[in-house]
């Protein structure tokens, strides 16, 4: 069950909010509609609901507030637009990711995608999906954690009239098995052919909250759809007939040659056209229209009524002048009971004969709200009723409610499983795959030309990083993946589909950072092991000879890489981008480095040379199987330029990225 009360979006500058005190209740088993023209507020209204927009207001799902929910995605599904997935991914991929994302089983994708109906479809690419398919795919992102509560922003929007009636059934469907559905939608036949319970707004506020029955009672109206080239003499011999037969007859001229005829039926409109000889395209019953006069707000119909201008009708031509107007036609249309029927018509009364009956204020279901603003509208919201008595004008105001709390919005939760995640993610697109392919080749090449060119020292010749180069290509390429570990993040947000913003808590950190590592790692060995063994292949065995320091060396090129890839992926989760990674992973040998040089003056390896006995007398421990020399490697790594120039780097960047984190968790 939801449970809205006083959803209020914050307003901009000057301007009205687009939400005003909006609350309704949707209930277990049964499909809610949130009815309302472009522009209404419905968006708005389920991005309050979900946390996604500040503003202020309470929404409780099941009797809990979202943000106090340990695990938000299997309470609620929900469906905001297109699926946010990368366009090489496949469909069983996105799926089997996001079951990593919400603790699920994996077979939980297999079983989605056959609920759904996509299981031809699961090596599709998401990039080629059809409207209607990605709809389908969205539905089962959101019945991926079996939710309870399904909340979806205009599911039907572009969808075929068959695709239409497959989503409301899968909707009907899980509603009938006890969970709760809340669905925007601007068609008022959509809200009543899908749904059991239809709330209206207009201009972010609340007008009507009814069963659909009710809805389709009084709000909806049949009527008679014409098309016709003559649609001026049509409507003029429709209400001239209508007068004549004592009956009431409404004609709207819509946009082009098109009528539509409220109280009368298709045979009689034919005859009429047959009779007097006029072509006529179409001719059909409709119901859905909303009919003139409805849904305005409380007291709209009474101001409406005392504007002079409300009731300026044209000739007795069965219509009003512009596109859009209406004309009731009756048997007393002339001089003054015309200008009472014009007034019982702004007003929203019904025209029967000769008589006018005033309508009902809640025929329309509009709920008038009950705060204090209300209550002192002007004189207007009660003309045509009884006046209010000199006690009741001179009463107190009544104090105004106190504001509902405030809405923040929140980050998305980290994933339950943060590495299978990741491995998931990293090896579910071919563009990693591509990247370490390209590289491999650039670097094997590069090494071919120094080999050429010669000068080099094998060490750089086997890392292929000439000396006019500020990084080799396999520690760009590592430092390219692990930007693209958070830049994909932010560029496609699978994980912010219902939560906002991409999360950067310390369990997706942890995962992306040992994920790129592994991945460096083998880029650079691999690297390595092809530049070799091309050399070998060109130039002999002269060039492929193991150095006789290759423990530092191989220290030194493992970190560098690691440290690429590391600077990347921290860059790219604090700028949110993946050219932000990328600049921060060459700004290192570029900007850092000299100054680093500077501050060092060259002395540091001389420093560094007895550390490792130095330690073991003030520690008093003895190193097994030689570790003071893996520890002298580690600290001449570090305290070389390039290596102190990375690690203040990867420092600076995991305190930034540790300070965003807390500020947005504290937020």
Sequence with gaps: MIQAFGLTSNSRKDLPPAVDDVSFEARAGRVTALLGATGAGKTTVLRLMLELQQGRGLTYFRGRPLHRIAHPSREVGVLMGDVPGHPARTVRGHLRMLCAAAGVPVRR?????????????????????????????????????????????DPAEGLSTRESHWLHGMLRAHAAQGGSVLFTTSEPKEAVRAADHVITIEQGRLVADQEAAEFARTRLRPRVAVRTPHAARLAALLAKEARTAHRSVEVVREVGNRLSVYGSTCAD?????????????????????????????????????????????????????????????????????????????????????????????????DQVP???????????????????????????????PPLPPPISVRSA?????????????????????????????????????????????????????????????????????????FGDEFRHPALAADRGTVPRRLGLLTAKLVVAAVTALALAFLAVG??????????????????AD?????????????????????????????????????????????????????GSVRAAAGLPARLREVLLLQWPFGGERYLAGAVRV??????????????????AYLLTALRSRVR
């Design 109 to 153: 994708a297999d079983e989605a995608l056959e609920v759904v109906g996509l299981v031809s479809l699961r090596e599709e690419r998401l990039g080629t999906l059809s409207r209607g398919m990605d709809r389908r795919l969205g539905l089962a992102c959101a019945l991926l954690p079996d939710p309870h509560t399904l909340v979806l922003d």
């Design 269 to 365: 409109v034919g005859e009429t056209a047959f009779r007097h000889g006029v072509l006529v395209h179409q001719l059909a019953d409709e119901i859905g229209d909303m009919g003139p006069g409805v849904g305005r707000f409380p007291g709209e119909a009474a101001e409406a009524a005392q504007d002079p201008r409300a009731g300026a009708t044209g000739p007795a031509t069965g219509e009003l002048l512009g596109d859009g107007a209406l004309e009731v036609a009756g048997p007393e249309m002339r001089d003054g009971p015309a200008a009472l029927d014009d007034f019982a018509s702004q007003s929203g009364s019904h025209v029967r004969g000769a008589r006018v009956v005033p309508a009902d204020p809640k025929a329309h279901g």
């Design 530 to 547: 092809c530049d070799a063994q091309v050399l070998y292949l060109v130039y002999g065995r002269e060039l492929t000879e193991v150095p």
């Design 638 to 655: 570090v305290a070389q330029p390039v290596g102190g120039a990375l690690t203040l780097s990867l420092t600076a960047l995991l305190c």
């Design 413 to 485: 939760p980290s994933p339950l499983r943060p590495l299978r995640y990741e491995l998931r993610r990293a090896a579910g697109i071919g563009t990693g795959f591509l990247t370490g392919a390209a590289v491999l080749v650039t670097s094997a090449l590069t090494a071919v030309l120094l080999a050429r060119v010669g000068h080099t020292p094998q060490a750089r010749l086997l890392a292929a990083w000439p000396r006019e180069l500020p990084l080799p290509p396999a520690a760009l390429g590592a430092g390219l993946l692990g930007a693209l570990a």
């Design 550 to 602: 290759w423990l530092s060396l191989s220290a030194s090129w493992f970190g560098l890489v690691a440290g690429c890839a590391w600077a990347g992926v921290l860059a790219a989760g604090i700028f949110r981008s993946t050219t932000a990674g990328l600049a921060a992973v060459v700004s290192v040998p570029i900007l850092v480095v000299p100054l680093v040089r500077k501050a060092l003056d060259g």
């Design 370 to 400: 009950h705060s204090s603003r209300d209550t002192h509208s002007a004189p207007a919201e009660v003309s045509g009723h009884a006046a209010l008595s000199p006690a009741t004008v001179s009463r107190a105001p009544t104090p105004l």
